[in-house]
């Protein structure tokens, strides 16, 4: 038994170095997401209320999908507004246009969500890694070590969580935009079909 407990405990402690690798690199791209997602969140802030205005006017006047599909602002928004006009009422076509943002949304999503579940599962990691030979230096009496481990185990908590943190709120935030664009060309495709 004695040998098993040393097999395990080895490969544990063999994981440390490449669990801080991970960390380090789910946090590098944890803050590249949070930069792309506050440039969205600036672009967003520019396009939305023309947008909502000229989406409200829509139902009465259908000629002003023209001006639509040239506001700057949101690309993959007017790359399938514009398929939708384009397709002239052509349900198919704009079914299509539709299904192809859905999967755009989706694998915008990816990073948030991965991140979102990654970072805590590797900070737990992290975290439980180094307390094995924490715990080991506390009953050899060997405070220092003891108190080094206990630091990587502390720190990568912080780290993962920090990671998980921007994940989930960048995934919820641009869950929520991804919806309404998507509700906005649904609205537009039964415009032009009627």
């Not at 490969?11 to 690199?25: D, E, K, M, N, R």
């Not at 943190?165 to 009627?194: A, C, P, S």
């Amino acid at each position: 038994m004695t040998s098993v407990t040393n097999i395990l405990y080895w490969i544990s402690t063999g994981l440390l170095i490449p669990v801080i690798a991970i960390l380090l690199f789910s946090f590098v791209k944890s803050l590249l997401l949070l930069g792309g997602f506050f440039g969205m969140f600036i672009n967003r802030l520019k396009y939305t209320k023309e947008q909502k205005e000229m989406i409200g006017k829509l139902n009465k006047d259908i000629s002003l999908l023209d001006s639509l599909t040239s506001l700057k602002g949101n690309k993959q928004f007017s790359i399938h507004l514009e398929r939708i006009v384009e397709a002239e009422g052509n349900e198919v076509v704009s079914e299509k246009s539709l299904a192809d943002f859905e999967v755009y949304s989706e694998k915008e999503l990816s990073s948030s969500k991965s991140l979102g579940r990654i970072g805590p599962m590797i900070g737990l990691m992290g975290t439980l890694i180094p307390m094995g030979p924490a715990l080991a230096g506390l009953a050899s009496g060997d405070i220092a070590s003891m108190a080094q481990n206990m630091q990587v185990a502390f720190s990568t908590t912080v780290v993962g969580i920090f990671i998980g943190g921007i994940g989930y709120v960048t995934q919820l935030v641009k869950q929520r935009w991804f919806v309404e664009d998507l509700n906005n060309l649904e609205y537009i495709h039964k415009l032009t079909t009627r």
